[in-house]
């Protein structure tokens, strides 16, 4: 079956089978490979992806829902070769270390601050409680979540 | 595995009416795809409800909150109506540890999955929230939350139905709860839950208490409920109160091996209960 969404702002037209996820579909239809398979179970938040504004596991979304939708992956923020605000904060503030986790945390990033330009590091926090880091001890990643909030806004002003 | 995307409630029944033996119901997909990927073996034929925009509003009418199938977590921890005359139901959509499951899970999937751990559903209970479900003829039956669940992972359903709302009544002068021990920081399905309804400025109406997550349905705490009406009324006694749940929860599960953490954890849960209603009345 032929499905119609737009990917990183750019519409597609991609061929999929029934039984794909969205996670699927991302990775080796499309070939962005940013978007990670953990635990396959919604748990880990490794696959995360912005979906119509809100981040999703792609894992627990099948391929077919994602008809007419608007999907964002890390591969879609660095404009003109430069990094991200949120990918230059990630990696000033040393919260990548094996990078698995890292664009879902990105992603998660992402989606809240779209929302929420200046979250609270309460507010921080719960936006990623969904992503599981086993190397950094989460620290330095609400830390450049909080610095990336900073410039972006920063950048806005 | 076949898939199909109805845009419309008249589309989903034809579909329904067609073919209702093998279909099987998708929404946020936070339980159905793992179901789905750990059986390669199922001929799955998958409807998708996401794509029906009647199913996922948020309505008051008639005195009735009425809160579409497909709603989903997020939507249900801010939506002013629901915030407002359906508290516990907030409070529980907002107490799924990770945005992403809230952003896609919904309160029909909960439901229609008869999950025991759900948290929404006790809370649902407590408010006397009734599902409305629809067959491909479009006739429709309402079923209380409470009777909803049969038994483990099975419900009411029946194939060729569909979950098309939760009504909640709205009821003048009436406040909600809920509070759960997770298991883990982040995605935490409930180990245990607890919901409450009460009228803080009518001594004489009822106050209902749910405990989630310890049968496949929610579990009424009548003898606890009636130690709240006397705190509401001017007198009451905690320890009585929390005894009464925890007496509860041994009796619902007796022998069970989670029986000794379960009955000390729901008293935790019970005391921030008192000391909110206490809180209230003041
Ligand atoms: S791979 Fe999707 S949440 Fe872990
Ligand atoms: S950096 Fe290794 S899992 Fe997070």
Request: with cysteine; hydrophobic share 40%; proline share 4%.
């Amino acid at each position: 079956m032929n499905i119609q969404l737009t990917v990183n702002g750019q519409d597609r037209t991609v061929e999929i089978s029934p039984d794909m996820r969205l996670l699927d579909l991302l990775r080796d239809v499309l070939g962005l490979i940013s978007v990670k398979e953990g635990c396959s179970e919604g748990e880990c938040g490794a696959c995360t992806v912005i979906m119509d504004g809100k981040a999703v596991t792609s894992c627990t979304v099948m391929a077919f829902q994602a008809e007419g939708s608007d999907i964002m992956t890390t591969e879609g923020l660095a404009q003109r070769g430069e990094l991200d605000p949120i990918q230059q904060a990630f990696m000033d503030n040393d919260a990548v270390q094996c990078g698995f986790c890292t664009p879902g945390m990105i992603m998660s990033t992402k989606a809240l601050l779209m929302q929420n330009p200046d979250p609270s590091e309460e507010e921080a926090r719960r936006a990623l409680e969904g992503n599981i880091c086993r190397c950094t001890g989460y620290i330095p990643i609400i830390n450049a979540v909080l610095d990336a909030a900073r410039r972006l806004r920063d950048e806005g002003l | 595995m076949r898939a199909c995307r109805p845009s419309s409630l008249d589309e989903l029944r034809s579909v329904l009416g067609s073919d209702g033996e093998a279909l099987k119901l998708i929404a946020g997909g936070t339980d159905l795809v793992i179901e789905v990927r750990a059986h390669p073996e199922r001929e799955y034929s998958l409807v998708d409800l996401t794509s029906i925009p009647e199913l996922s509003l948020i309505s008051v009418e008639a005195r009735q909150l009425c809160v579409g199938a497909t709603s989903t977590h997020r939507d249900m921890e801010t939506s002013p109506s629901v915030i407002k005359h359906a508290t516990a139901i907030s409070m529980a959509a907002s107490s799924v540890g990770s945005t992403q499951i809230r952003n896609r899970g919904t309160v029909g999937g909960n439901l229609a999955h008869g999950s025991a751990a759900a948290d929404t559903i006790p809370a649902m209970a407590c408010l006397e929230a009734e599902a409305v479900v629809e067959s491909c003829t479009g006739n429709q039956t309402v079923h209380s939350i409470e009777n909803f669940i049969t038994g483990r992972n099975s419900t009411v359903l029946e194939k060729g139905q569909f979950i098309s709302s939760i009504k909640i009544p709205i009821r003048e002068g009436r406040l909600s709860w809920f509070a759960k021990v997770g298991s883990r920081r982040a995605v935490t399905i409930s180990k245990i839950n607890l919901a409450a309804s009460f009228y803080p400025d009518i001594p004489n109406k009822p106050v209902k208490i749910y405990i989630g997550a310890i049968a496949s349905s929610p579990t009424r705490a009548s003898k606890a409920e009636e130690e709240l009406s006397r705190l509401i009324s001017g007198s009451g006694c905690k320890d009585s109160f929390l005894r009464a749940l925890s007496d509860t929860v041994a009796d619902t599960i007796p022998g069970r091996s989670s029986l000794p953490y379960k009955r000390e954890a729901i008293k935790g849960l019970g005391d921030q209960l008192w000391d909110h209603v206490k809180e209230v009345l003041r």
